[in-house]
């Protein structure tokens, strides 16, 4: 059953201006449909240039910051991403990074879990991901990702930047761990997978790659067929999207301390998309939520918060 929200956002997707079709043209560059190196080598340390800071009603503090990875070919815009983090008014040790979800222009909902976490004592880091706000390689598209390999391209260099940044906060007194929602939970078990050191883990309405989110749920109907030689095009397409999967990385030791979280009636996320990545890392937690994609995440954070912190106590013990 898919919750009536999630069909409704099905329709419209479908039913839309073509502007906002996805892969409106085409394929893209060849060599970035293969299948990518998912490697857990570890990598160069990134450490965001922090340039401002506020002290907000609750207490909590929040620090504004820029990081460049230069070493990844990304459109000039995307090459310098936003970063923000919150912070509990005290000494801390946990710190979460919060991977973005699919179209996300404006971090608000990762916004407001990181301040429900801050309130018990988890710093989170706000990433802001390529090709998305500031970092849209051209303003006058309503939708940044033009083809498949701007997606594919897209996808790495958020994984890769991810795992770059949790580098840099790698210290003996920090315990680290990645989260996000929807498209944000895939690049975040992604990361957790191919990471070389343990993070508690938290996927939250994710699926095992993005193939089943764009093929079997609401979104298919958002998709420019005509772009891509029509839909019998689309085992080509699921085969490109499902060379990103988490199940083609071995679980890493860390993974059976994982919670993983789906939407009972999630239009986006196939229930078996979900279930994959949860067998896939024997022993991790898997909660189901009463709710679709789009209800989850507007009444449901305080649940996805609850989620991130048992991550951290199934992970490291309770503090």
């Known amino acids: 059953m898919i919750h009536p929200v999630d069909r409704a956002a099905g329709l419209v997707v479908r039913n839309g201006p073509r502007r ?3 892969f409106s043209e085409g394929w893209g560059d060849p060599a970035l449909l293969e ?18 800071k506020e002290y907000v009603g609750n207490g909590h503090l929040v620090r504004y910051g820029t990081y460049e990875v230069p070493d990844l070919d990304l459109p000039e815009r995307s090459r310098r991403g936003g970063v923000m983090s919150i912070e509990p008014p005290h000494p801390h ?37 390529p090709f998305y706000g ?6 006058q598209y309503d939708q940044p990702i033009r083809t498949v390999s701007d997606f594919m391209k897209m996808g790495i260099a958020a994984v890769t930047e991810g795992r770059a940044i949790l580098t840099g906060l790698r210290d003996p007194r920090h315990q680290l761990g990645v989260s996000g929602y929807s498209m944000g939970g895939n690049v975040a078990a992604i990361i957790s997978a191919t990471s070389d050191f343990p993070m508690a883990t938290a996927p939250l309405a994710a699926s095992h790659s993005p193939a089943p989110v764009f093929l079997d749920g609401v979104l298919r109907g958002g998709i420019a067929w005509d772009a891509l030689g029509g839909m019998s095009e689309a085992p080509r ?5 499902n060379s990103v999967s988490v199940l083609r990385v071995p679980a890493p030791p860390h993974a059976h301390q994982a919670v993983i979280v789906g939407g009972r009636t999630d239009g986006y996320i196939p229930e078996t ?17 009463r709710g679709g994609h789009a209800t989850l995440v507007w009444y449901r954070k305080a649940a996805l918060a609850d989620a991130i912190v048992t991550s951290f106590d199934r992970t490291y013990g309770k503090s």
Do not use: C, Y
């Not at 998912?38 to 965001?48: C, D, G």
């Not at 500031?134 to 303003?139: Q, T």
């Not at 896939?280 to 937690?285: D, E, N, P, T």
């Open 20 to 22: 906002l079709r996805f």
């Open 35 to 52: 299948p990518p190196n998912l490697s857990t080598a570890p990598l160069p340390a990134v450490h965001p240039a922090w340039v401002s």
């Open 93 to 129: 040790t946990r710190i979460v990074m919060l991977m973005a979800a699919w179209n996300e222009h404006d971090p608000k909902v990762r916004i407001a879990i990181g301040h429900l976490l801050a309130e018990r004592d988890i710093a989170s880091v706000i990433p802001e991901n």
């Open 134 to 139: 500031s970092r849209h390689p051209n303003p």
């Open 237 to 241: 397409l699921r085969s490109v999207l």
């Open 273 to 289: 998309a979900t279930q994959a990545l949860a067998d896939h890392w024997q022993g991790s937690q898997l909660r189901t939520l």
